[in-house]
């Protein structure tokens, strides 16, 4: 068990310096190495002694404040009193270790809303119990695998990153055995979750290309499971606004199985952004069909959920009535919905009630939605409804951004909306490795010859820049 926990810990550390985009600083004879969330908050922190071991690791709330705590020993094995804190400071739970195995957890405080609740009572009793029998049977891949699913789902983040990497390394030593399909014939879907799960982990801290390549590895090598097309393209529409890309995935997933509801819901997400608001309300209306399976199987307090994103559409076609009362429901269910906070200071604005307006923008605020949501105008909107003043609301609409298209492309690829048609352009990888570079010809790039995966497309011409998610088939 020790020897396992620490090789899982070394390939944590690896990939602390080959993966992350860091800032090292000298810290008392050792090292930090810190990740950013995309609104500059700092996301995660590795804590290196002055022998370049990890002594520990911090990470944060994307609005800000200690999330993690875990301390290491010399072996690099989770030692001692480690915490996990709510976003609003409050502490929520603590893990005792002592050289990597885990003597006990409390509980203090369970964070739900009145749709999720039991959802989460009962992955925290998931880990109660298998913590329990893990006691007298170590070694049970059945339980633990359990654990680490109720750890993703409570958002016990470094534990369940450190199980699904010991997961990923033994699976993959299996697959290189030429003969593992055949002694496991479920290899291949195994570890196509494991890399879902992974990239969930990766997502909430925003590294966007780590997610991506894991869930685009997932489809790769289970292409039977329409989850994983959806995994990738609920990720693109809202954590990356790759709309484009994102409705080519979630298109295929409703090709597959036409009422899937949570396709519908990132579906009617996406139309919303893209100011397609009929098909918006399309898509959620098929959604609201099994509106409890989204609660039942989904993560978390999704702020844009069902009632949110309708409210703005039904506003947006005239409907506002039926919008605001969306909204305030939304509200009801999750007090701390920074989006309907927001939706609802449009509509108000819109309807010529300023302080209303101002009210619900500076709720917005509070909540922490520029921290959140660090690509969508708020500024805009409290400085013209509070200050009462004339001035032009920023336009977030992505319709008329540049694009590249086909997506997922085979040979080549185009520029569309980009004022240029020969500019440079440098294809790299996750790592952000440059692999190609060149001009292109009359807005095409030529993209044949390289493997099928995840890259980043740059593109620039003078100050001009853009960069794109590229997939090749």
């Not at 992350?20 to 969330?37: D, L």
């Not at 998931?126 to 893990?134: F, M, Q, R, S, W």
């Not at 570890?191 to 390549?213: G, K, P, Q, V």
């Not at 999750?334 to 609802?344: E, G």
């Amino acid at each position: 068990m020790k020897n396992s926990y620490h090789r899982i810990c070394v390939i944590l550390a690896v990939i602390i310096f080959l993966v992350f985009e860091n800032q090292i600083t000298a810290q008392k004879g050792g090292s930090v190495n810190r990740s950013f969330f995309k609104n500059g908050l700092v996301a995660r922190e590795f804590y290196l002694g002055a022998d370049q071991k990890l002594d520990s690791i911090k990470t944060y709330h994307i609005v800000g404040g200690l999330d993690e705590r875990f301390y290491f020993d010399e072996n690099t094995l989770i030692n001692g009193l480690c915490q996990k804190f709510s976003s609003d400071g409050k502490l929520k739970t603590t893990w005792l270790f002592k050289k990597g195995v885990l003597i006990k957890r409390k509980d203090f405080l369970k964070e739900d809303n009145l749709k999720n609740k039991a959802k989460t009572e009962e992955n925290y009793a998931i880990i109660v119990k298998n913590n329990e029998l893990l006691k007298s049977d170590p070694y049970n891949y059945g339980l633990r695998y359990g654990r680490a699913a109720s750890r993703i789902y409570l958002e016990d983040n470094v534990l369940a990153e450190f199980d699904f990497l010991g997961f990923k390394s033994q699976l993959e030593n299996i697959k290189a055995d030429p003969n593992a399909l055949t002694k496991f014939p479920r290899l291949n879907q195994d570890l196509a979750e494991i890399y879902s799960r992974l990239s969930t982990i990766y997502s909430r801290f925003e590294n966007d290309n780590l997610s991506i390549d894991y869930k685009l590895k997932a489809i790769q090598i289970d292409p039977e499971e329409t989850r994983h097309y959806f995994n990738l393209g609920a990720y693109l529409a809202t954590e990356t606004q790759d709309y484009r890309l994102a409705i080519y995935y979630l298109d295929e997933v409703e090709r597959r199985f036409p009422n899937h509801n949570f396709a519908h819901w990132v579906l009617g997400y996406t139309y919303l952004e893209l100011e397609q608001y009929d098909k918006a309300v399309e898509n959620i209306d098929i959604a609201f069909q099994n509106e409890a399976n989204l609660y039942e199987n989904g993560y978390g307090n999704a702020e844009s959920d069902l009632r949110t994103i309708r409210g703005l559409a039904y506003h947006k076609l005239g409907k506002t009535d039926l919008g605001i009362a969306d909204l305030n429901e939304a509200l009801r269910i999750n007090d701390k919905n920074s989006v309907a906070n927001k939706y609802l200071g449009i509509i108000y604005d819109d309807l010529g009630q300023s302080q209303k307006a101002c009210d619900y923008f500076q709720k917005a605020r509070t909540l922490g939605y520029e921290k959140k949501y660090y690509n969508k105008e708020l500024e805009s909107f409290i400085q013209k409804t509070c200050n009462a003043t004339h001035m032009k609301v920023v336009n977030n609409a992505h319709k008329d951004r540049p694009y590249i298209l086909p997506n997922p492309a085979e040979s080549t690829v185009e520029v569309f909306n980009f004022p240029f048609s020969n500019f440079n352009y440098e294809i790299l990888d996750p790592q952000y490795q440059k692999l190609r570079q060149g001009i292109s010809n009359d807005k095409i790039i030529e993209i044949s010859g390289l493997p099928s995966g995840f890259y980043i497309l740059v593109v620039g011409n003078g100050d001009k820049k853009e960069i794109f998610k590229l997939i090749r088939k």
